[in-house]
Structures are given as C-alpha cells and as structure tokens.
C-alpha cells in the first residue's frame, strides 16, 4: 500500500505562483515508477495536469498548462513538486497526486494505481 500525502496549496490572486508537493511513503517504487498531478474543478471533470517518470527522464503537461506549470521530481525525498506560475482562476480545482502502474506515463486518467486526498487550490480574479 503507498501513500501519498499533498501540501502546498492555498489561495493566491491571478498572476501569482504556488508550489505544491506531493510525498510517497518508503516502497512506492516496488509499484510505480511515475507521479501524476490531476485536478477537478466544481462541475468539470478531472484532468491531468503533469506527469513525471520518477527519475525525471521525461515530463508531460496538459496544453492549459504548458508554458506555466513545471513538475519536479526527487527521488531522494519521495517527493514530487508542481510549480504553478501564473495562475489564473481557471485554475481554481482540488488538486491531486498519483502514481501510475510502472509502464505507464502520461497524463490521462488510466492506470493509475494510487491516489492522494487532495488539496484546495484557489485563485481569485
């Protein structure tokens, strides 16, 4: 079993920056070998935001985000990070924090074998 456990969120006027985070317990690697961030804002469906293999060998974003969002892995702290830069209040959603069946990685809403709880990110106009 892996757990994940987000922080960093809050809320921010437009324009600004947050970073989230995102820490696996010890043993993730034995199931996954890549980090997703979704998201779903009140009445839409969830998206992927980003997506990393844990050694950071490749990253992929969703095109609302491009340009704005980086994700980080470490791997020394089973971590991974998703800056946002220039947030806007579409961007207003819970965020949350994966893992993917090793095999697989990209930001699309299959395989994915864990899951965080969430956490609120808000951005006012």
């Known amino acids: 079993q892996v757990q994940l456990v987000e922080s960093g969120g809050g809320s921010v006027q437009a324009g600004g920056s947050l970073r989230l985070s995102c820490v696996a317990s010890n043993g993730y690697r034995r199931v996954t070998n890549c980090m997703v961030w979704f998201r779903q804002a009140p009445g839409k469906e969830r998206e992927g935001v980003a997506a990393?293999?844990?050694?950071?060998?490749?990253?992929y974003y969703a095109d609302s985000v491009k340009g704005r969002f980086t994700i980080t892995p470490d791997s020394d702290k089973n971590t991974v990070y998703l800056q946002m830069n220039s947030l806007m209040p579409e961007d207003t959603a819970m965020y949350y924090c994966a893992t993917k069946t090793i095999g697989w990685c990209d930001v699309g809403e299959y395989a994915v074998n864990y899951w965080g709880q969430g956490i609120q990110v808000t951005v006012s106009s």
């Open positions: 990393t293999y844990i050694t950071g060998a490749s990253t």
